[in-house]
């Protein structure tokens, strides 16, 4: 059962543009919603990270957009950098020091 | 300070041999986590500990899979008899919610390829 459910599995950008990632989640006991970025043979690294008490995070060229009736959040990355080529990964937690619920991933490439 | 750490970083295992993964987590951080990565995919949970104990081990796919953290710090996870699908990039994270809240820190991983 994929409780986390992430589009597009693969994203191309230009360089300056706009990247725009979606996950939809199910269990609405989900109370903490981190994204996560990861490069080839490293593990994943917090990016930013939402509750569902505000609609949005803005964290340098990084949002989150939160959707608490429709159970969906979003990344969005402004003036994508070659740089964040990387696959992004959003995930859910229900309560405190528990398991983390991991979306499919999206591979981005941010092209020159 | 220094990261999560996870040794070995590679490991090849003929199917049927029994492996064993170690973590060393953030000094101080009491929550330790277990994730599995298959190819392509995203990390999924297989067991968490908080100090030495092992409070949930809903994600360990078999009985084959072993966890343990018996002094509340570093972390082994073992594979018995592995076999074929056991091949993936195993993960721990750690956190510590008294100081860190919800942020789990994750390792570089271990990959596993089991021939």
């Known amino acids: 059962q994929q409780q986390v459910k992430q589009s597009p599995q693969s994203l191309i950008v230009q360089k300056g543009g706009i990247s725009i990632i979606n996950c939809a989640y199910e269990?609405?006991?989900?109370?903490?919603f981190p994204w996560y970025q990861q490069f080839p043979g490293k593990g994943p690294a917090l990016l930013i990270a939402i509750r569902p008490d505000v609609s949005e995070k803005k964290e340098g060229r990084f949002t989150i957009s939160f959707n608490k009736s429709a159970k969906q959040f979003s990344l969005h990355i402004m003036d994508s950098q070659p740089g964040d080529s990387a696959t992004y990964f959003c995930?859910?937690?229900?309560?405190?020091?528990?398991?983390?619920?991991f979306g499919t991933g999206t591979r981005l490439q941010v092209t020159l | 300070g220094a990261g999560v750490s996870q040794s070995p970083r590679y490991k090849v295992a003929k199917r049927g041999q029994d492996v064993a993964l170690r973590c060393d987590p953030i000094?101080?951080?009491?929550?330790l986590f277990w994730y599995q990565q298959a190819l392509g995919q995203g990390p999924e949970f297989l067991t968490y500990f908080q100090n030495e104990a092992q409070l949930d081990k809903s994600g360990l796919p078999s009985d084959r899979f072993f966890a343990e953290r018996p002094e509340g710090s570093v972390s082994t996870l073992k594979i018995q008899r592995t076999q074929q699908e056991d091949s993936a990039v195993y993960l721990c994270a750690s956190s510590d919610f008294r100081s860190a809240g919800e942020t789990q820190y994750f390792g570089p991983g271990t990959r596993l390829l089991v021939l």
């Open positions: 995930a859910a937690m229900a309560g405190t020091a528990s398991k983390l619920t």
């Open positions: 000094s101080g951080h009491v929550s």
């Open positions: 269990n609405t006991a989900f109370d903490y």
